[in-house]
């Protein structure tokens, strides 16, 4: 369905509601939670793409030390596929400890016998320690990221709440 195809008919049905179809508008994720944001009484700031970052740099070289013989060296690239592979374990709603449990149980027969499911275990470890790093690191921040955001969002009532939302993803 094309996005003007989509607008009107959501306008016939705030119509049909008796509600105003005129601010039906698309957004990115990001800016659907700038705008859920903006809803909160006196929230703090949203911690930006750069913060988050820099965060991420400082948790991933803490993970670096904690976890020995990496068989990789820790580039920047690699640290924002990280953060990005954070994002969508915490979007799934998927817990550190949980992730790092489901796959110490998929691995767990071959431990000692494999060196491949031993990289891969220690490259778990690191991780799973580089998330926690970056949790603690942000809930100490002076701003939300998007997941602390979401779960401030469910805790705490808007006083102008959203009634309807579309969502679409791609194909």
Do not use: K
Not at 32 to 61: K, T, W
């Amino acid at each position: 369905m094309s996005w003007s195809h989509a607008r009107r008919r959501a306008s016939a049905a705030a119509h049909a509601e008796g509600t105003d179809g005129a601010r039906l508008d698309a957004v990115t994720r990001d800016q659907l939670y700038d705008r859920l944001h903006g809803r909160l009484p006196d929230p703090p700031p949203r911690l930006s793409a750069f913060e988050r970052e820099v965060i991420a740099q400082a948790a991933a070289r803490d993970a670096r030390a904690a976890v020995p013989d990496l068989p990789f060296r820790l580039r920047p690239g690699l640290v924002t596929e990280i953060l990005r592979f954070y994002d969508l374990l915490r979007r799934q709603t998927q817990q550190v400890q949980r992730f790092e449990e489901l796959i110490e149980q998929q691995l767990a027969g071959h431990m000692g016998s494999d060196p491949g499911a031993d990289r891969l275990l220690q490259q778990t470890h690191f991780l799973a320690e580089a998330f926690r790093g970056y949790e603690r690191r942000a809930s100490t921040a002076r701003g939300l990221d998007e997941h602390a955001l979401r779960a401030r969002l469910i805790a705490e009532a808007s006083p102008e709440p959203v009634r309807h939302v579309v969502v679409a993803v791609a194909d």
